[in-house]
């Protein structure tokens, strides 16, 4: 039976060092908690075979952590 990984990650704002956040901006990044998580689910699938599905909920500027995630494998 193949197995079949599920991976949550969570788009937050990247903004300027100044610390405000501007929210017209058009891009997201990952949280950094998910990106260890997303990794380590590629290792387990490159070992034993499966499938990966990496998914977001938020606003139009989360699609752009799905593009970076579908970017690591």
Request: proline share 7%; no cysteine; charged share 20%.
């Given at each position: 039976?193949?197995?079949?990984?599920?991976?949550?990650?969570?788009?937050?704002?990247?903004?300027?060092?100044?610390?405000?956040?501007?929210?017209?901006?058009?891009?997201?990044?990952?949280?950094?908690?998910?990106?260890?998580?997303?990794?380590?689910?590629l290792?387990?699938?490159?070992?034993?075979?499966?499938?990966?599905?990496?998914?977001?909920?938020?606003?139009?500027?989360?699609?752009?952590?799905?593009?970076?995630?579908?970017?690591?494998?």
């Amino acid at each position: 039976m193949p197995h079949h990984i599920i991976v949550s990650i969570k788009s937050i704002v990247s903004g300027p060092p100044d610390g405000l956040v501007h929210h017209s901006q058009e891009t997201g990044e990952m949280n950094i908690f998910d990106r260890p998580v997303l990794e380590a689910a590629l290792r387990i699938r490159e070992e034993i075979g499966g499938s990966i599905t990496a998914m977001t909920m938020g606003p139009e500027a989360s699609k752009y952590v799905l593009f970076e995630a579908m970017s690591m494998g």
